[in-house]
Each structure stands twice: as C-alpha cells, then as structure tokens.
C-alpha cells in the first residue's frame, strides 16, 4: 500500500529500513521511545503522516533478515534501544522511509 497508488503522503518510493538504518534513530539519552525527538513529535488527535512523527514504545521491523534463518529478521525496540530477530509471522510495527534526493 506504501507504493500503490495513492501511496503514502503524496510519494511512492517508501520502503522497510534495513537493521543499521533503523538503529540509527535510537537515542539512549531518551526514554520511552528511545528516539530523538524528530522522530516523535507528539501523537496527538489529529495527527497525520504530512504533520506529526509518532514512535510507540515498540518493536519495528527491518528488512534484514537473519543471516542464519531467513524466516527470521532483525527487530529494534524503541521502548530500550533492545536489537534482536525474530521470525517473520510476528506481529510488530513498521517505520517506512525513503531514498533522500
């Protein structure tokens, strides 16, 4: 649904950070979420993907999957900055992001 039309916020090119990529935006000085507050400006009411970032004190899921098992991939807890894998049919969220131009 990222790249099908309408898409997401007006773009198509969305995509799943890798492990590194997403790992990026923790920020141990913080606490629940563990990220910088770019990346958490508020979930209020009326938020939309053109006006706020929100970041749940949760897993998110990258696009890298386990060198050993590929019906496993990497996890970052947002909650404590915790990197691990899991298989695939879990149930977590998603942080999409796009090539910068």
């Known amino acids: 649904m ?3 039309q309408p898409c997401l ?3 198509c090119d969305w995509r799943l950070p890798n492990r590194f990529e997403l790992e990026t935006l923790i920020n141990l000085q913080n606490a629940t979420p563990v990220v910088s507050p770019a990346f958490n400006t508020a979930c209020v009411p009326g938020c939309t993907v053109l006006t706020c ?3 749940v004190s949760s897993f998110y899921w990258s696009s890298s999957s386990f060198a050993r098992n590929p019906g496993f991939a990497w996890v970052v807890d947002f909650n ?3 990197v691990d894998f899991v298989g695939k049919t879990s149930g ?3 942080r999409a992001v ?3 131009s």
């Open 2 to 4: 990222l790249k099908t």
């Open 9 to 11: 916020a007006g773009f």
């Open 53 to 55: 970032s929100c970041t």
């Open 80 to 82: 404590d900055g915790y």
């Open 92 to 94: 977590y969220y998603v």
């Open 98 to 100: 796009r090539a910068g």
